[in-house]
């Protein structure tokens, strides 16, 4: 192949334009639900009556899913490219179908959607939204690339996700009053859970990460400890919670999120007998659990607000 012929190859490459299909699929509408659900957690937990504040809600919504956490993705999914290639290279930038520089234009261009919609909500909405974006490149870009070390790196995602996504939520309906430190208090207990859920995503990327010099948990500590430092991190909250609960008097609540999280230990203890084989499968039972447990704490938060 010729110079010339190189020139044309490259340039074409460059002109061409990912499908929406595509874009969409770099974007992972799957990732969104946890910071949406965390948002409705703290809207809730605030007492007030959502249908009052139904516009701030829905655009508030949008903007931890669909946008900022979005937002996120692409921002990840563009710096860890080269991880990619190795781990998953059917993702779209690794597999070419996000060509050129154009996963880094996608992020840049959802960053800065996330803080015009986050503007009409306000000060509040505009600083949640300016908070969640640092943290997604600090998260993923030189030079913190806080994903580097597994221990603040899943910290970083856990307050992001859950604690601002709830606080967001309770400030958004509360304004201009400010959230209870109960509701702080909460929020803070499941964005730290939410470290051991990060590290079960981490195993699926074992390989890629020690070659890269990421020194994610299952990286540092090997697949049985990571997988034990998870599922406490993710259990020794939510005994904080029920014990919260049960000094606000809200017993019952305190009572359903114990039988919730109860039912979650023998779900880890199969979860351990293979770490890496059995991440997704926990992801999908036994988060559920803690997610739900997540919203019982905020109905009963609600009842405290009221």
């Known amino acids: 192949m010729n110079v010339a012929t190189t020139l044309q190859s490259t340039d074409s490459s460059l002109r061409r334009t990912p499908a929406p299909a595509v874009v969409l699929e770099l974007l992972k509408p799957v990732t969104w639900f946890p910071p949406m659900w965390a948002f409705a957690c703290g809207a809730i937990s605030s007492g007030a009556i959502i249908g009052e504040h139904r516009i701030a809600?829905?655009?508030g919504i949008v903007l931890t899913g669909p946008l900022v956490c979005a937002a996120s993705q692409a921002i990840n999914d563009w710096y860890d490219r080269h991880v990619d290639a190795i781990n998953?290279?059917?993702r779209p930038i690794p597999s070419g179908r996000v060509p050129g520089m154009w996963g880094l234009v996608i992020a840049v261009a959802?960053?800065?959607?996330s803080l015009a919609v986050g503007a009409t909500l306000?000060?509040?909405g505009v600083l949640a939204a300016i908070i969640a974006i640092v943290l997604a490149w600090a998260y993923s870009a030189p030079?913190?690339?806080l994903k580097r070390n597994g221990w603040y790196g899943n910290l970083a995602v856990g307050l992001s996700y859950e604690g601002l996504a709830w606080i967001a939520g309770a400030a958004l309906m509360l304004a201009p009053a400010l959230p209870s430190w109960r509701v702080a208090a909460v929020a803070l207990m499941y964005s730290i859970g939410?470290?051991?859920?990060m590290t079960l995503n981490d195993f699926k990327s074992i390989e890629g990460d020690r070659v890269s010099g990421v020194r994610s948990l299952p990286v540092q500590l090997g697949a049985k400890r990571a997988g034990l430092v998870a599922c406490a991190m993710m259990l020794v909250p939510q005994v904080v919670v029920v014990a919260l609960l049960w000094r606000w008097s809200y017993s019952w609540q305190a009572a359903a999120v114990t039988v919730l999280a109860l039912v979650q230990i023998p779900l880890m203890r199969r979860l351990l007998q293979s770490p890496k084989a059995r991440a997704p499968w926990y992801n999908q039972t036994g988060v559920t659990l803690y997610?739900?447990?997540m919203m019982l704490s905020a109905f009963a938060l609600r009842a405290v607000a009221r």
Request: aromatic content about 8%; charged content about 15%.
């Open 57 to 59: 809600f829905a655009t």
């Open 194 to 197: 939410a470290h051991g859920i």
């Open 143 to 145: 030079p913190l690339r």
């Open 122 to 124: 306000g000060i509040r």
């Open 110 to 113: 959802w960053s800065l959607l």
């Open 88 to 90: 998953e290279p059917d």
């Open 291 to 293: 997610v739900s447990g």
